[in-house]
């Protein structure tokens, strides 16, 4: 089944602890994106990448990091974590530059406390 | 720079009567008009897109949209709302200009369909 799968769902941490959610996808796309979704500002993009070592900053990418070492791969990394990072984040992909429509992971609910 | 708005936090509507769900956009160039909608606990599903051509386009579920370049609009319809249809919408737009993956989303309108 073509998908997009993030791990893990749901994480409760404390400020300052390293953690990292990960993101693959099966549909050898080349396209991949973070999102984060808080209540009335919808999805905002934190970084994109296009292809594998590419990756450029979205509208919200500070106190991230991410990496593409793997086609499928695109881990999203929080080195430092607070409190206002608590939120709803999705992974994403899309076959490449002439596609258009974007596949959605389930989504990670992440709290820092 | 590109930006979406949903000026409605909220539409309620009754099963079987016809719904629209409002978007507006800004974009320098041409713009690539897409809908999502989110059930609880899940992740966006895709229900359409405009990217040139007829400027009604039609979707998943039964649901259509209208793309509107004068009133820089892109609003969801459907003619016959069902209670199936509740969960939470969102536009979001993507300028042709933009060589990355820069897609932007609005806010979001949730749905409401009573029986």
């Known amino acids: 089944e073509a998908q997009v799968t993030q791990n893990p769902r749901y994480l409760i941490t404390v400020t300052g602890k390293k953690l990292t959610v990960t993101c693959s996808q099966n549909?050898?796309?080349?396209?991949m994106s973070w999102y984060r979704q808080d209540p009335g500002l919808g999805l905002r993009q934190i970084y994109y990448?296009?292809?594998?070592?590419?990756?450029d900053k979205g509208d919200v990418p500070e106190g991230y990091k991410v990496s593409r070492k793997e086609k499928r791969n695109f881990p999203l990394i929080l080195e430092s974590p607070s409190p206002n990072q608590t939120s709803l984040y999705f992974c994403?992909?899309?076959?490449?530059?002439?596609?258009?429509?974007?596949?959605f992971g389930p989504g990670t609910r992440l709290t820092v406390t | 720079a590109q930006s979406v708005a949903q000026p409605e936090d909220q539409v309620n509507v009754a099963e079987g009567n016809p719904l629209t769900v409002k978007c507006t956009y800004s974009?320098?160039?041409?713009?690539?008009l897409f809908w999502y909608v989110q059930y609880p606990n899940r992740g966006l599903q895709f229900l359409l897109k405009?990217?040139?051509?007829?400027?009604l386009v039609k979707g998943s579920y039964g649901f259509e949209a209208e793309f509107n370049k004068s009133q820089t609009s892109f609003h969801l319809k459907k003619p016959s709302a069902l209670v199936s249809d509740s969960a939470l919408y969102f536009c979001?737009?993507?300028?042709?200009?933009?060589?990355?993956?820069?897609?932007?989303f609005g806010g979001g309108t949730r749905l409401m369909v009573k029986p």
């Open positions: 994403a992909s899309r076959l490449g530059p002439t596609s258009y429509e974007q596949y």
């Open positions: 549909m050898n796309h080349e396209y």
């Open positions: 990448s296009m292809n594998v070592e590419v990756t």
């Open positions: 979001a737009v993507r300028d042709s200009n933009n060589a990355g993956n820069m897609l932007t």
């Open positions: 405009y990217i040139t051509g007829d400027n």
């Open positions: 974009v320098s160039g041409n713009p690539y």
